[in-house]
């Protein structure tokens, strides 16, 4: 326990921290402590089996329409550590049209030359598998191999069985987290209700504006005005 609090003093937004070997590592991780556990638990497996050497598990942000590191597995200490950990639009958007498992060279395909599975331990074959429900698109799992050998497809039953329940973690934490951030947006629309004397409608579109122009989602935006709120009755 003591372990692991000391690992997430270290994590910083949109940073991957330097870990032990295949030890399961968590970016905002206040935000997915709920399936961290559940996921440390299935990525070490999927890895023997598959005789991958890394597994990492996106999640998709959809008000930003990209794909965020929450979790890993690798046997291999990182090459690179100060990688960013969401995927370029191009590949982003490749995702998003895929149905089914596919995998590819990176040395080959520009598309994927910037996974940060790729920078951090030079992964030259990775293995990309989309997690649906009821045709919305939750995130991806990728298996990664430090050498140009292709995934042995006779695995593949047991990788869609992992997905799957990799799937219905993140379908779970969708939930959690749009319930948590309706509560953050209801909050943050009162606050600016009272500051400017506006409507509410005036308030969201106050809100969905700047959150546009800063490029974060309306959530983070949200809670960085109920912060400064609470800062202000303290001072």
Request: no cysteine.
């Amino acid at each position: 326990m003591e372990e692991t609090k000391s690992l997430r003093g270290r994590i910083k937004m949109n940073k991957v921290a330097v870990v032990p070997k295949n030890y399961l590592f968590r970016l905002n991780a206040a935000e997915v402590i709920s399936e961290g556990r559940d996921l440390a638990f299935i990525l070490g497996p999927l890895i023997g089996r598959t005789r991958a050497q890394g597994a990492v598990v996106y999640r998709a942000d959809e008000e930003m329409r990209e794909f965020r590191a929450i979790a890993a597995r690798a046997d291999a200490a990182p090459r690179n550590p100060e990688v960013r950990t969401a995927l370029g639009v191009e590949a982003s958007g490749v995702i998003h049209q895929v149905q089914e498992l596919f995998q590819t060279e990176p040395e080959k395909d520009e598309r994927f030359s910037g996974l940060p599975e790729v920078l951090q331990y030079g992964f030259r074959q990775i293995l990309l598998f989309p997690l649906r429900s009821e045709g919305r698109l939750l995130g991806i799992l990728t298996l990664g191999r430090t050498e140009a050998e292709p995934f042995d497809l006779r695995n593949l039953h047991y990788v869609k069985s992992i997905a799957r329940v990799v799937g219905a973690v993140l379908e779970r934490d969708v939930l959690q987290t749009q319930l948590a951030n309706r509560k953050l947006m209801e909050r943050a629309k009162g606050i600016i209700q009272r500051r400017r004397r506006v409507s509410e409608e005036e308030a969201y579109l106050s809100l969905r504006l700047q959150s546009r122009r800063m490029r974060i989602p309306m959530a983070d935006l949200a809670r960085g005005i109920i912060n400064e709120a609470e800062l202000r009755k303290t001072a």
